[in-house]
T-cell receptor, first 115, second 114 residues
Framework: GAVVSQHPSWVICKSGTSVKIECRSL??????MFWYRQFPKQSLMLMAT?????????EQGVEKDKFLINHASLTLSTLTVTSAHPEDSSFYIC???????????FGSGTRLTVV | AQSVTQPDIHITVSEGASLELRCNYS??????LFWYVQSPGQGLQLLLK??????LVQGIKGFEAEFKRSQSSFNLRKPSVHWSDAAEYFC????????????FGSGTRLQVQP
């Protein structure tokens, strides 16, 4: 139980375009979703926290106008990278609190490459 | 400031040898503690977690970790490493698993020699 499905698993886009990443909770209701970014050979850094029905909370240094987060339902949270640039190329992972075991469940990640 | 430290960036061990990966945290209270493993280009897999109780925690794949309050540590151990254990290992902490995100250490890359 407590599965988060993340799509796409990888995407290549041109500079200036936008990319949407989806995370769906398949068998539970995710009132909260955390979005992380991981650059090559680095750790996971929290970008933002989304809560269903309210505005996302962004970490310091993360541009909210560039990384649009929507959490319109209890089963879907999306991250849209707007006007993507090569420096946005990274591995993006979503995560939700897993209510059943007081842990966290993670999506499988999205590898974004901006060319 | 609250932080999670993994002092070893890269560790190489021989197959069959024992392994210990270090993790130290700096928080006002005892946080919830986790160890994750990540293979190249893959997502995260939970190895084990500690919330309370017995300070020696057993996880998957033969891993265990010991919580030492006096040392603010949560080191990961395995008695005999297999080649398939080569991966990146992350220690992570959270103060409140319901509302707070995990904070990850910088990671330790494990290389296993034949």
């Amino acid at each position: 139980g407590a599965v988060v499905s993340q799509h796409p698993s990888w995407v290549i886009c041109k500079s200036g375009t936008s990319v949407k990443i989806e995370c769906r909770s398949l068998d539970f209701q995710a009132t909260t979703m955390f979005w992380y970014r991981q650059f090559p050979k680095q750790s996971l850094m929290l970008m933002a926290t989304s809560n269903e029905g309210s505005k996302a909370t962004y970490e310091q240094g993360v541009e909210k106008d560039k990384f649009l987060i929507n959490h319109a339902s209890l089963t879907l949270s999306t991250l849209t990278v707007t006007s993507a640039h090569p420096e946005d190329s990274s591995f993006y992972i979503c995560s939700a609190p897993a209510e059943t075991n007081y842990g966290y469940t993670f999506g499988s990640g999205t590898r974004l490459t901006v060319v | 400031a609250q932080s999670v430290t993994q002092p070893d960036i890269h560790i190489t061990v021989s197959e069959g040898a024992s392994l210990e990966l270090r993790c130290n945290y700096s928080y006002g209270a005892t946080p919830y503690l986790f160890w994750y493993v990540q293979s190249p280009g893959q997502g995260l897999q939970l190895l084990l977690k500690y919330f309370s109780g017995d300070t020696l925690v057993q996880g998957i794949k033969g891993f265990e970790a010991e919580f030492k309050r006096s040392q603010s540590s949560f080191n990961l151990r395995k008695p005999s490493v297999h080649w398939s254990d080569a991966a990146e290992y992350f220690c992570a902490v959270a103060l409140d698993t319901g509302r707070r995100a995990l904070t990850f250490g910088s990671g330790t890359r494990l290389q296993v020699q034949p």
